[in-house]
């Protein structure tokens, strides 16, 4: 019942911050955080689970119950974790903690609400990545929409509702193909009785669906395998579904992108791994090269709009572009590197992205503007926050014993001898480039705002950051060295969850 507990704490604490006085609420959100990260990182201590969750691994924390009855099929309570969805738990709960912590200072009316939608999403994201019945996992994955949507548009920038609709509708939408592709795969699959994704996944592997709607089985699969893939392409997102982004970024509040970067858009590549990629395995190597030429230009096109920016935040949403690049190149090499590299990915972005929208946010904090032509020579007012900025940026550019270099060095170690995948050392070669574009884009940006003689172009003065922004980015930065200094921290259970998918593994 551990999981039940994580969801539990923060949910309650949800509806007891709600209600809260606006004056303690930031503070009381911030004790109630802290529950369920000492409780992940006990789950994460306490780990005993093998395999993968879909391929009759061992499961931790299992915990399952009958819940509804429709037709012919049952629908449960059914949730559990692996090597896989654990590191994606522990990194939510953390970087919620935190995001609260950097509330403090930019969030100054209705925080009561702002903090209680914060651990609601902490809850609901929770609920994603432990989920293990279809209908219980989409019930969570959509509920995270709703709170994301309204911290938008009540306390974000100027074009907020604009921001916010377009974030809604291009992901409802999604979620529209994906739950109609699922649904149909499952009423072409005769024998299955439930929407339970083991069930679902070892009927996939021993035979596949029969047919629906007069298409054979073989092409029922393609179809929901493209139907599932596009539904969470937007979600990640890659190109061309990717421009709702940069505009929800901008507009949302510190808080919110800092979540929206580290663990919204995690969804996404976890999904694709969860159902593409585990339930498919012969589409996944039919559709190899284009899901690769997505991948590559993703990390290629996004790294040049980042270059294109002089908006601070739009630098790292455009960052972010091409770092989920990365993640689908990873995953469609089907190696274990490559996999568990695209894994390692999600945890290692989560944290990097994180670090470098709570920076932007402190120093924005200060100096009330974004802009790179607006401001020089900040180090010398706010030598730590800055500091940090820049040991971010050298993560994202991938500097050795820092999570990001980790990541890619697992991804493109794993891709470039890849058997599924043909042309596999053109794509990585393509792929390897982006870093350069990275360090363009961002070295630009840190030579104009933090080097050189001091000059800001608002009226504002700006000193030190306050300590509470200080520690969380100190926090965050601990975290991004201690991965990229000992990855077997998290790679080693990650490995364990993705060797059944490479390697065909028990069903």
Known sequence: MMIEALIAVALIGALVTFVAPNRIA???AFAISLVPAALSLWLFAAFDGSGNALRSGELAFESQAAWLEIGDYSISWFVGLDGIS???????????TLA???SWTPIDERQSQFYGLILFIEAM???VFSALDFFLWFVFWEAVLIPMYLLIGIWGGPRRKYAAIKFFVYTNVASLVMFGSFVALVFGLGDVTSFALP???TAMLEGGPNGLFGLSGTTLASVVFIGLFLGFAVKVPIVPFHTWLPDAHVEAPTPASILLAGVLLK???YALLRFNFTMFPDQVETYAVPIAAIAVISVIYGAMLALAQTDLKRIVAYSSVSSMGYVILGLVAY???GVGGAT?????HGLISGLMFMAVGVIYNATHTRMVTDMSGLADRMPIAVGVLIAGAFGYMGLPLMSGFAAEYFIFFGSFGSEMLSYSALFTSLAMFGIVIVAGYLLFALQRTVFGPYRLETDYEVGRAPAHDVASLIVLLGLVVLLGVAPDLIFDMITDAIDPIVQGGDL
């Open 335 to 337: 190696t274990q590197f």
């Open 125 to 127: 994201l929770i609920g």
């Open 100 to 102: 609260i912590v950097s």
């Open 26 to 28: 930031g503070k009381l």
């Open 267 to 269: 969804m996404g590549t």
């Open 199 to 201: 069930e679902v996944a």
């Open 344 to 348: 390692f990915q999600m945890i290692s």
């Open 86 to 96: 654990l590191p994606l738990v522990v990194l939510t709960t953390i970087l919620c």
